[in-house]
C-alpha cells in the first residue's frame, strides 16, 4: 500500500489538525492536574469524544495529583492495564476499577 501525495494545503490541514488535538488533550491532563476535573470526570469526557480517547492512560493517571511513576505503574498493574494503553482501549471492568480507584 502505497503512501498518498498530498498537497501541501492537505499537509498544512492536517498539521493545524494534530496540533488542535495536542492542544485538547493537554488541556483535559492539565484540568486533572488542577484538580478542576477529577480522574472518573475525565473518563467520562474521554468516552464521550474522539479526540480525548486518545491520552494514554499512564499520563492521564500521572496528570492526577500525587500520583507519580511508581504509582501509576502499580495502578496499571492491578488493573492489568498494558504500559502503551489508550483510554479507548480500556475494558468497561477497568474503567469501573480506575473510577473506583479514586472516589
Same mark, same amino acid.
Given at each position: 500500500?502505497?503512501?498518498? +501525495? ?22 483535559? +491532563? ?17 468516552? +464521550?469524544?474522539? *479526540?480525548?480517547?486518545?491520552?494514554? *492512560? ?36 477497568? *474503567?469501573?476499577?480506575? +473510577?473506583?480507584?479514586?472516589?
Amino acid at each position: 500500500m502505497a503512501i498518498p +501525495k498530498l498537497t501541501p494545503e492537505q499537509l498544512q490541514a492536517a498539521r493545524a489538525a494534530a496540533t488542535e488535538s495536542r492542544r485538547v488533550r493537554a488541556a483535559l +491532563k492539565d484540568s486533572v492536574r488542577d484538580g478542576s476535573k477529577s480522574l472518573s470526570q475525565a473518563l467520562d469526557e474521554c468516552a +464521550k469524544n474522539d *479526540v480525548l480517547a486518545h491520552i494514554r *492512560v499512564i499520563d492521564l493517571l500521572k496528570a492526577v495529583p500525587r500520583i507519580g511513576d511508581k504509582r501509576a505503574a502499580e495502578i496499571m498493574t492491578k488493573y492489568d492495564i498494558a504500559d502503551n494503553r489508550r483510554v479507548r482501549g480500556l475494558g468497561r471492568h477497568q *474503567v469501573t476499577g480506575l +473510577k473506583a480507584e479514586f472516589n
